[in-house]
């Protein structure tokens, strides 16, 4: 295995890179200092809120790449590079049909912030989580002025096994994800993780044998493909862990950064 090559990493984040309880290791810095060191970018690529990403992030965040919103939204210092939004009439028809689903929370995830229409105490516990800035409205019939990039749905039943199946007329208009036990998420057709990966190779000038990737749910499915050290979490879904050409261990027990701490000795052993 050549790591010494590697000149872009992209992570997800929940269940990937954060622990159980979503917190990010303090290691993680210092070794993101040698991939700077390094000339290694570095992306975080998630379905979280941009503004989520950023207080992880705090004290680097000018420096690294945002993939949210499930690569729907793509930041990098300060500039957009992209901005996937879905049409407001399909906005619509895809709450419409939500609504039609028991126990399950509609989060519309704008550019500006994230809109709800309840505050149920199970509902909101999970959504703070994930989600640092929204803001509650009256319902959905009118929509507020902002770019929608995707809906979540919170399915507390399972989202695999629930609420995907409501949309399966929907798949000829819109990509749907299962990107986590509960989460759903309705984007636009052409926004996932390896398309924003992809904008980024090209912006960058840099191969797929060049990237690495850590993923652990469904929506990291095409970012894997976009990789050939692609990392599948030892805590993941089955398909992904099928799809991934090597395992990392669980995100309980820091298997990205062991990974990134292995690559980034690697690369010191290659430059020496």
């Not at 979503?22 to 993680?28: D, I, R």
């Not at 930041?75 to 895809?94: F, I, P, W």
């Not at 690495?212 to 990392?231: C, H, K, P, R």
């Not at 799809?243 to 690697?266: C, I, P, Q, Y």
Request: with cysteine; proline share 3%.
């Amino acid at each position: 295995m050549n790591l010494s090559n590697i000149k872009l990493v992209a992570t997800d984040m929940d269940g990937t890179l954060l622990n159980s309880k979503g917190e990010l290791s303090e290691t993680f810095f210092p070794i993101f200092e040698k991939m700077k060191s390094q000339n290694i970018l570095f992306a975080a690529a998630s379905g979280r809120q941009l503004f989520s990403l950023e207080t992880v992030f705090k004290p680097i965040q000018e420096e690294m790449i945002f993939v949210a919103e499930n690569g729907s939204y793509v930041m990098y210092k300060g500039e957009e590079l992209l901005v996937q939004a879905l049409d407001r009439n399909v906005v619509k028809a895809a709450i419409a049909q939500a609504k039609q689903i028991p126990d399950t929370f509609i989060i519309l995830c704008g550019k500006k912030m994230a809109y709800i229409d309840t505050y149920d105490p199970k509902f909101v516990g999970q959504l703070e989580k994930h989600y640092r800035k929204f803001e509650i409205i009256e319902d959905f019939t009118e929509l507020p002025d902002d770019d929608f990039l995707k809906i979540t749905l919170c399915d507390l039943a399972g989202s695999e096994s629930n609420s995907y199946l409501f949309f399966k007329d929907f798949h000829e208009s819109v990509a749907v994800k299962v990107s986590g036990p509960i989460w759903l998420d309705i984007s636009h057709k052409l926004a996932n993780k390896g398309n924003a990966l992809r904008l980024l190779q090209e912006k960058f000038g840099i191969s797929i044998d060049e990237t690495m990737v850590f993923g652990d749910y469904l929506n990291d499915t095409e970012m894997m493909q976009q990789a050939y050290y692609s990392y599948g979490m030892e805590n993941g879904h089955p398909d992904i862990i099928a799809m991934a050409r090597f395992t990392a261990k669980s995100n309980d027990k820091d298997g990205v950064l062991e990974v990134l701490e292995n690559l980034v000795e690697r690369k010191a052993v290659a430059n020496s």
